[in-house]
Structure formats: structure tokens, C-alpha cells
């Protein structure tokens, strides 16, 4: 729950606040001392009748949904488990754990899928690609191949691959690689050359040898808003834009979190986050307001890269068990669907060498470097060469695609397993499972790092079992046998109790009465040519509460060829006229909320253009360009086109 909500005033808010902490026992105390002016509530007890309780204490019902916090609001809530971190590794603990029947708190600092999970390749490994190097890897990459091609079958596009082997490169490799398949009962089927050249013609004549493998694609965003509103749906609570700054102690260890609302778009909420030095608390509350606490008897850290700054914020023991290097990623985006299933190079693994299909585009990656905590990763004008000229050994006709974008994520990587124990390429694709308690830092505190996106599910499983152990209940996960939908609307009743239903977020009711009516005309247009995306369902999602950067993961809003070029001034000036009321940040239905949030979406899809400026794309981002000034007015000058033909 929420204290206060976007329209009312910060500071009676904050009274109500203080006085019901006031009223409190305190027996808890912040991990932090930036924090120890705090009084948290006890556990157990019900703070204006709004937290939850500890296993066998009173227990208030609470409502589930999705919430994306302001800075002016304070959390106060209680579940069985709170979790850090919205990416794949959080997500499908959430999904785990409330397949379990526990009451469960999922906490996001920026938006759904915004670190790794929002940025990798979008290939759901066979796990050949590890058959070489890391073996573990490789046989869990299998069988949850198998797996989510089951369960999570809709958001999987069964493409097939293929592993390339070019006249240059080493043939003991390839000895290496089948006999490390065989080791982990992975078999790939040898591929007739010229078979593989009549049905994949963009490949190149130098390959030698190849073979058929169990690669696919799969939609990230699609799969992972489906488990965020099925677990909502289950009464989980998802707080997005919610910063956590510290953890709440006492004589048995971590019992809660301290929470920050970063508010704002998702753009802003990502450039601030890296800001804060690795291991600090991160931002303060607003002047005069407070911090949030969410207490559970077991807190699981999934912050992925940022699992180790993450442990830190407990002490310097949690953090030295949590062994997690950063290791940057670039990837190119081509127009075109250069090759209709994933292709891969066979040879050990390096940059440019991995092909996957997805819609009617082609995403090359990638590259490996070590990076540190506290930089936003984006792809350099090198790392994209360097992509760009090794794809160009697979695919030698890759100078003609338009190249879209580029982006850039980062791994979290195990720096003490894998071969070889180094960071980097080298380093585990593994995942780690630490028992705070036991390893001798802060009890009920658990993280749970590495892995792949396509190992997320196992994860989530080993993690909720460790979790059972410690709140001492014996429930068996459920993720293996039970589907995901895929949900192409919001689903009635999983936003919060007292959230205004369709039209928009935190407005109040005058606010409701006055605003203008839908124009007739929206029936039957298009939001994204591209993506062939129908206005009015966009319409409803905004309405819903989502903003511009959730209708692209959901329905590929300015994913397409123009790459928000056209979409993006369309939405703007359709939310104007039917009266978006805009964030709940600024609960108004002003000009500058609209320009903000497209500003914010156009920043993200041209932040991957800027390094991509050669051919047909030099010539799309000179006409975004121009299309801000005709279309933003003046202010795009400054803008996130700017410049960007310039370079
Ligand atoms: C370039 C690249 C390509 C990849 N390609 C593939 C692929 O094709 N297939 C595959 O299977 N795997 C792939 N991976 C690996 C995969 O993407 C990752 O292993 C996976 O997405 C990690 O998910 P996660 O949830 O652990 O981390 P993340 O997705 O990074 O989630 C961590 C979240 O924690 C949040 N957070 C951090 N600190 C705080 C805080 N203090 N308070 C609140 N929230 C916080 C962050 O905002 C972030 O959203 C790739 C990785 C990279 C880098």
C-alpha cells in the first residue's frame, strides 16, 4: 500500500505518517546509518491498518496490483517476502512464490524489465552455445529450453538454429564443441551445407559445416508483464519506480527494506539510478517527507548486476559473498529479417556471432566487456563496429540491411565458477544461491544472481525453495506445469483498490468530469504504422495507468522500421486532444506532462540511433529531426533528436 496518493498534499501525508510511526514500538533498526533517524513500525503490528503481518500474527487482506510510485509517496506495506529487483530473475520469483500461496512484494526502481532483462538478445538457448566452455550452463539451458517451449509456449517463437562453421576457423573447435553436447546429451543434427545455403541465402558460401539446434526466440517484455499482472492477479503487490535504499535490521537479522519513490518517467528513473556511487543508499526522500518501509521476514535480492551493490547495503560480508562482475553486451538491430532462424557461429565464443530473428527485424550480438556499477551502459561507435564487421562473416551481405539501433545491457556474471573462473566471456553463465544467514552475513536476507534469461524459471524455483525453508512452509513450486497466458489487455482487477479505473492515472474526480471526450476518429486508426498497432487498444492501456516505453514492450509501439519517428508526435498529439491526464506525478492534463513522457520515449529509442548513422538510417535520423522541429516546436532543439545527423 501507499500512503497518500498523487493529488493530495505532500504535507498532510506526511503527518498522517509520522503519527502512526509515532504510535509504534520500534524494534527494528536500519542496516544504514544514513537512515537511523528512522522509527520503522513493528512487525505484526498494522500501521493505519495498511501492513500485513509476520507468519502466525494478525494478517490484514491486502489487494494486489501494480503501482508506479511518485516522489511524495511512502510505502508502508508487509508480505511474506519482499523482492528486490524487476527483471526476469525478480519477476519469476514473484511468479513462483505466489504460485505458492505466499503473500508476496515486488520492488523496482525504475520500470518493468528495465536492467538486463529489457536489453539481452532474445534468444532462448538450446545451451550448444556453452557446450564448449561451460557445461553446467549448457545441460540447464536444455532442459529449460524444453521447459518454457511448454509453459510459456506463446511468448516462444520455435525458429530452430543453426551452428556455422566458416572455412577459417578452427576445425578442432568443432571436435571440442560435439564432444561437450554429447557429455551433456545435447545432440546436434549434422546440417547438409547446401541445404542450409538454399534455405537461410543470406548466409555465407565459406561455411564448411553445420548443424541444426533447438534455438529460439522469445518475447521477453511479452512473457514478463504476463507473470507481473497473473501474479498481481494472485494478490502480489508490484511497486515500480521504487528505489531501495537500505535494509531494516534487528537481533535476528534483515527484516524489511527502506524504499524511495523515484517518480518520473522511466527515462529519468534510469539515468538517475546509475548516479549513485556503487553501494550508497541512493537518493532521499523529498524534503519534509519520508522513507518507505517494507518489512517480510525473508528479502531476496534478484538486482542482477547490481545484486553485489546490492548486498553491500547490509554490511561488507553480504556483499563479499556475492562474487558478481558486470560484463557489457552490444547488440545491432537490423530492418530486415536477414535469416529466419538463429544462426550461430561455431567457433569459441566472441563478438558478432549470433543471429536471432524476431518479427520482421534481426538482432546481431555481441560483445564482452567489463564495465562498473555506476555507468548506464550504451553501445560506443567501436563496440558497434566491431559487431557490425564480425556479423559480416555470416552474413556477408550485412552492409545493405538498414541497421535500426544499437543498445547495450550488461551480465551478471559469476566471477568464481565457469572455466576458468575469470570475468568477462570466461566468466560462469551459472547462477548463484546465497543463504545470507549462513554464509555468515545478515539472516532472512537471500540473493539470487547470474544465469541467463533463459535459465530464470529454474532460478526462480531454486530460490522459492530456499525461501519455503526459511519461512518454514513445505509448498512445491508450480512454474513447471503451469501455463502463461499471454495477455494482450490490462486485465480488469488487478490494478490497486481506490486507483481511478479508465481515465488515467490519479486524477481526481473533478479532474475525471472535465476531461475532453475520445474523439470519434480513433475508432479504426493506427497508433504505429509499423507495427500495425491499433490506436484505441493503445488508447486503453494508457488509460490503464501504463505510459509510452510499456506500450512498446507490450505491442511494439515505435519498434518498427521508423523507430518512433512517426509514432511518437502521433502519440503525442492524440493524447492532447482526449485529454491525457499524464503522470501521476503531474496529475494535470498538461502540454509539458505529454512532452515530457514522449520526450522520455523518443530519448530511448534515438539514445540506439546515435551510433547506428550510416546509409538509409543517416537519412531516417535526419528526417526525425526535422520532424521534431515541425512537430515539438522550438524546444526539440534541445531535444533528443538533436544533433544527432551531427555526428
Ligand atoms: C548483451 C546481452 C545479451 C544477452 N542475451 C541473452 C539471450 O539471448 N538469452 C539469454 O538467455 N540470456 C541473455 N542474456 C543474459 C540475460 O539477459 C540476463 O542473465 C538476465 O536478463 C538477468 O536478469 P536479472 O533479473 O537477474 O537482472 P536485471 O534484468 O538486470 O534485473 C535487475 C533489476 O534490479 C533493479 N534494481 C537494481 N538495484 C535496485 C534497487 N536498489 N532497488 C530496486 N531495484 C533495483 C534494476 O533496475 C533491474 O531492473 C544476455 C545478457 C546481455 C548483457
Known amino acids: 500500500m501507499v500512503e497518500g496518493g498523487g493529488a493530495s498534499p505532500e504535507v498532510g501525508r506526511d503527518r498522517r505518517y509520522r503519527r502512526a510511526r509515532g504510535e509504534l514500538a520500534s524494534t527494528l533498526t536500519p542496516a544504514r546509518s544514513a537512515h537511523s533517524s528512522l522509527t520503522p513500525p513493528s512487525l505484526g503490528v498494522s500501521a493505519q491498518g495498511r501492513t500485513g503481518s509476520r507468519a502466525g500474527a494478525r494478517k490484514t487482506p491486502q489487494a494486489g496490483g501494480v503501482r508506479w510510485l511518485s516522489r511524495r509517496d511512502v510505502v508502508i506495506d508487509h508480505a511474506d517476502v519482499v523482492i528486490i529487483g524487476g527483471g526476469a530473475t525478480g519477476i519469476g520469483l514473484l511468479w513462483d512464490l505466489s504460485l505458492r500461496g505466499l503473500d508476496v512484494i515486488l520492488l523496482e526502481q525504475a520500470g518493468l524489465a528495465a536492467g538486463t532483462s529489457g536489453a539481452f538478445h532474445g534468444l532462448l538457448h538450446s545451451g550448444m552455445r556453452y557446450a564448449g566452455t561451460d557445461r553446467r550452463t549448457a545441460a540447464e539451458c536444455l532442459e529449460e529450453n524444453a521447459l518454457l517451449k511448454k509453459v510459456a509456449g506463446p511468448f516462444v517463437k520455435d525458429t530452430g538454429g543453426v551452428f556455422c562453421r566458416l572455412d577459417d576457423d578452427d576445425p578442432g573447435w568443432e571436435r571440442r564443441w560435439l564432444d561437450g553436447c554429447r557429455e551433456v546429451g545435447l545432440r546436434p543434427k549434422p546440417f547438409a551445407r547446401n541445404s542450409l545455403l538454399s534455405a537461410e541465402p543470406s ?277 513447471a506445469e503451469v501455463g502463461i497466458p499471454r495477455l494482450r489487455r490490462h486485465p480488469a482487477g488487478t490494478r490497486y483498490a481506490g486507483e481511478p479505473a479508465a481515465g488515467g492515472r490519479g486524477r481526481t474526480g473533478s479532474e475525471r468530469d472535465s476531461s475532453r471526450a475520445r474523439p470519434a476518429r480513433l475508432d479504426g486508426a493506427l497508433a504505429c504504422d509499423c507495427e500495425l498497432v491499433d490506436l484505441a487498444h493503445a488508447m486503453s492501456l494508457l488509460d490503464e495507468g501504463l505510459g509510452l516505453a510499456d506500450l512498446r514492450r507490450l505491442l511494439r509501439v515505435g519498434m518498427g522500421g521508423c523507430q518512433g519517428v512517426f509514432c511518437s508526435p502521433r502519440l503525442a498529439g492524440v493524447l492532447w486532444q482526449a485529454g491525457w491526464p499524464g503522470s501521476r506525478q503531474r496529475p494535470r492534463p498538461d502540454g509539458p506532462a505529454i512532452l515530457a513522457e514522449t520526450a522520455s520515449f523518443e530519448q530511448a529509442r534515438m539514445a540506439g540511433m546515435k551510433s547506428t548513422q550510416w546509409g538509409a538510417q543517416a537519412r531516417l535520423a535526419a528526417l526525425a529531426e526535422a520532424f521534431d522541429e515541425l512537430t515539438l516546436g522550438e524546444d526539440s532543439r534541445a531535444g533528443p533528436h538533436a544533433g544527432v545527423t551531427k555526428q
Open 203 to 479: 548466409l555465407s558460401a565459406r561455411i564448411v559445416s553445420a548443424y541444426a539446434v533447438p534455438d529460439a526466440a522469445i518475447d521477453g517484455f511479452g512473457l514478463l508483464w504476463s507473470l507481473v499482472w497473473s501474479s498481481a492477479a494472485a494478490g502480489a503487490r508490484v511497486y515500480f519506480r521504487a528505489r531501495v535504499t537500505g535494509f531494516l535490521t534487528d537481533d535476528a537479522g534483515v527484516r524489511g527494506v527502506t524504499v524511495v519513490g523515484l517518480g518520473g518517467t522511466e527515462e529519468e528513473a534510469l539515468q538517475s539510478a546509475p548516479a549513485f556511487p556503487a553501494g550508497t543508499p541512493g537518493p532521499a526522500p523529498e524534503p519534509g517527507a519520508a522513507f518507505g518501509e517494507v518489512t517480510a521476514p525473508v528479502v531476496v535480492n534478484a538486482t542482477g548486476p547490481w545484486a553485489r551493490e546490492t548486498a553491500a547495503l547490509a554490511g561488507s560480508a553480504a556483499a563479499s559473498a556475492v562474487p558478481v562482475e558486470q560484463d557489457k553486451g552490444v547488440m545491432l538491430v537490423f530492418n530486415a529479417r536477414l535469416v529466419s532462424r538463429v544462426v550461430n557461429r561455431l567457433r569459441p565464443p566472441a563478438d558478432g556471432d549470433i543471429f536471432v530473428p524476431h518479427g520482421p527485424v534481426t538482432i546481431l550480438g555481441t560483445s564482452s566487456g567489463l564495465v562498473r556499477g555506476d555507468e548506464r551502459p550504451a553501445a560506443t561507435p567501436e563496440e558497434v563496429c566491431l559487431v557490425f564487421e564480425q556479423g559480416q562473416a555470416l552474413v556477408p551481405g550485412l552492409g545493405l540491411a538498414a541497421p535500426l539501433r544499437a543498445y547495450a545491457g550488461v551480465r551478471p556474471l559469476l566471477r568464481a565458477c565457469g572455466s576458468g573462473g575469470e570475468p568477462g566471456r570466461r566468466g560462469g553463465r551459472g547462477f548463484l544461491l546465497v543463504d545470507h544467514g549462513e554464509a555468515g552475513g545478515a539472516a532472512g536476507l537471500v540473493t539470487v544472481a547470474g544465469g541467463k534469461f533463459t535459465t530464470f524459471r529454474a532460478m526462480a524455483q531454486a530460490a522459492g525453495d530456499l525461501v519455503c525453508r526459511l519461512l518454514g512452509k513445505n509448498v512445491p513450486g508450480r512454474t
